[in-house]
Antibody, heavy 120, light 108 residues
Framework: QVQLVESGGGLVQPGGSLRLSCAASGFTFIDYYMTWIRQAPGKGLEWISYITSSGTTIFYADSVKGRFTISRDNSKNSLFLEMDSLSAEDTAVYYCVRETYSDGYSFDYWGQGTLVTVSS | QSVLTQPPSVSATPGQKVAISCSGGSSNIGNNYVSWYQHLPGTAPKLLIY???KRPSGIPDRFSGSKSGTSATLAITGLQTGDEGDYYC?????????FGGGTKLTVL
């Protein structure tokens, strides 16, 4: 069965950095786009970035562009999110999500999420 | 402020039907497919509807989706207390993915 397991969350000071990881299993990782989505406390879901299956094309939401870097290691079935210049507004649960395509795009499998707290 | 507009909350009693709307524009919903997600307390979000009106395996037919022009609707019939949670529409615009602001469903 498909499993996505995030790690790397925790408490970080404003201006600091953090690297999230996602271990994927149960499917052919290289066949799928992968995405990071977050949810701040009391807020809705926010898409922040996706990376194509080969890793050659990447897009970011404006809210994280220039500060966050998504990457993947297809040999290790892993997805990463490098987060720099963190602020309190980045406090959220971060989800690793598989994107699928039929006639359109949708997010069919989600990890349980990892909590990132930015505070002094 | 989300580009896709959903009502903040809806409520109904068990057994009833509820509809949740998602309004966008010509560059997102108007030209692309819509998906819907259920987010229950303490769980990861779950895909309910994709390609406007298709259900993934395991999603009961109480859940249905439709789209007309620049708006989409999620309908839930035979409401159960276990349906209480947040519901989000999703689509894309150019290459960016979008979510609605979410709708809190309360089953009274």
């Amino acid at each position: 069965q498909v499993q996505l397991v995030e790690s790397g969350g925790g408490l970080v000071q404003p201006g600091g950095s953090l690297r999230l990881s996602c271990a994927a299993s149960g499917f052919t990782f290289i066949d799928y786009y992968m995405t990071w989505i977050r949810q701040a406390p009391g807020k809705g879901l926010e898409w922040i970035s996706y990376i194509t299956s080969s890793g050659t094309t990447i897009f970011y939401a404006d809210s994280v562009k220039g500060r966050f870097t998504i990457s993947r290691d297809n040999s290790k079935n892993s997805l990463f999110l490098e987060m720099d210049s963190l602020s309190a507004e980045d406090t959220a649960v971060y989800y690793c999500v598989r994107e699928t395509y039929s006639d359109g795009y949708s997010f069919d499998y989600w990890g349980q999420g990892t909590l990132v707290t930015v505070s002094s | 402020q989300s580009v896709l507009t959903q009502p903040p909350s809806v409520s109904a009693t068990p057994g009833q039907k509820v509809a949740i709307s998602c309004s966008g524009g010509s560059s997102n919903i108007g030209n692309n497919y819509v998906s819907w997600y259920q987010h229950l307390p303490g769980t990861a979000p779950k895909l309910l509807i994709y390609d406007n009106n298709k259900r993934p395996s395991g999603i009961p037919d109480r859940f249905s989706g439709s789209k007309s022009g620049t708006s989409a609707t999620l309908a839930i019939t035979g409401l159960q207390t276990g349906d209480e949670g947040d519901y989000y529409c999703g689509t894309w615009d150019s290459s960016l993915r979008l979510f609605g602001g979410g709708t809190k469903l309360t089953v009274l």
